[in-house]
């Protein structure tokens, strides 16, 4: 089928305004007749096209009639369609929307306003953020003390099955990391404390990093990883398909069927978890220091006990069940915070690994100074 010629008469000019008539097939055949008309007109004026008489129209067409646009808003002139059936114009709108955009002008220097301006806008973002997490605990007390009181409310299936993803199933994982530090720790120690003759020493540098720091701190930082992306993922997904308002429709309280469960379920299983790491670790660096430096298990175990003070395992453990809440506020309101698309839950769950390691790390720094502020 051959495509009507195109044809482009003038019906009327002034100083300000010309007046055209567009007429044949705008499509992807006649692309190059239609420019060759487009082209030469003049951009001093706004332009009216009455394009009653035009018998086809696609999206090669539309895309020169907006380009003659573009070049006349350019000129701070229009162009304006008179005729247009509602199948033209709602063709021309959908390829305009379609139109790329220029790229954007380099960004100019920040003043000293803009800087503080920035500055303003992220501490206020910030805490706001940490206001929302403090809320978000309060939230997570206030529903674990009326599940005390409502013992019936209380999920206690849920709570198994969160205990055994977040304890149990990060045991082989748990176990391997302390393990393999334990070994580092004390390749490294004998390394250094054979220059003084002091390798015995090793023994003690294990234990105190092991069980005061290394142990809960990597254990915490796996934990993060691995649980607080899992906890905004479940939770996000739950949100993006409108499980949690469905939830609150039939008076189900989400915080007690979602949040109470898995908070309290790291609550349990991290001291465990951090138990299970200095155990390791500790194994991990007497096997080391048995095969570098020739000190016997036995002698190892001696070593342990008489120059080892229990107080560094009471430390370490006694920061896991911050270490244990922080994570799960953290993963929980990030799953909340969750919008209709993909896109968001990727977003949340990456940074909710992220803070909850940044905030683990920021606990044990402050312990550590308390506790060395006590001297303990």
């Not at 097939?25 to 003049?42: D, G, I, M, N, S």
């Not at 701070?76 to 033209?88: H, I, Q």
């Amino acid at each position: 089928m051959t495509e009507p010629a195109i044809s482009l008469t003038e019906l009327s000019a002034t100083d300000t305004l010309l007046t055209l008539r567009l007429r044949g097939a705008c499509t992807v055949v006649r692309l190059e007749a239609l420019q060759k008309a487009l082209e030469p007109l003049p951009k001093d004026r706004d332009i009216v096209l009455e394009v009653s008489g035009v018998e086809r129209l696609d999206t090669a067409g539309a895309w020169a009639l907006i380009n003659l646009a573009k070049r006349l808003e350019k000129a701070d002139k229009s162009l304006r369609f008179e005729g247009a059936s509602e199948n033209f114009q709602s063709l021309i709108e959908t390829v305009e929307n379609a139109y790329p955009e220029p790229d954007a002008e380099p960004e100019h220097a920040l003043t000293i306003t803009d800087r503080l301006d920035l500055l303003g806008r992220k501490t206020v973002a910030g805490w706001t953020f940490l206001s929302e997490l403090m809320a978000f605990l309060g939230l997570f007390l206030a529903r674990l003390f009326r599940s005390i009181l409502r013992p019936s409310e209380f999920r206690l299936t849920a709570l198994v099955h969160h205990c055994e993803a977040v304890g149990v199933q990060a045991v082989p994982i748990v176990s391997l990391m302390a393990f393999l530090i334990g070994v580092v720790l004390a390749f490294q120690g004998s390394t250094q404390l054979q220059q003084f003759g002091a390798e015995v020493f090793v023994v003690d540098l294990i234990a105190i990093s092991i069980l005061r720091e290394l142990g809960i701190l990597l254990t915490a930082i796996i934990v993060a990883g691995r649980t607080a992306s899992a906890f905004t993922a479940a939770i996000g997904s739950m949100k993006m398909r409108e499980e949690i308002d469905a939830m609150e429709t039939l008076s189900l309280d989400p915080a007690m069927m979602l949040f109470v469960p898995r908070i309290l379920a790291l609550l349990l299983m991290l001291p465990i978890l951090g138990l299970i790491a200095d155990v390791m670790g500790l194994l991990g660096g007497a096997l080391m220091a048995w095969a570098d430096l020739g000190i016997s298990p036995a002698m190892f175990m001696t070593r342990l006990v008489e120059g080892t003070d229990v107080k560094h395992a009471i430390v370490g453990l006694i920061k896991a069940p911050f270490f244990a809440v922080t994570i799960g506020v953290v993963g929980c309101h990030a799953g909340m915070k969750v919008k209709s698309n993909a896109e968001s839950l990727g977003r949340q769950t990456s940074a909710a690994v992220v803070t909850a390691i940044f905030a683990v790390i920021v606990i044990d720094a402050m312990f550590s100074i308390f506790f060395a502020e006590m001297g303990y």
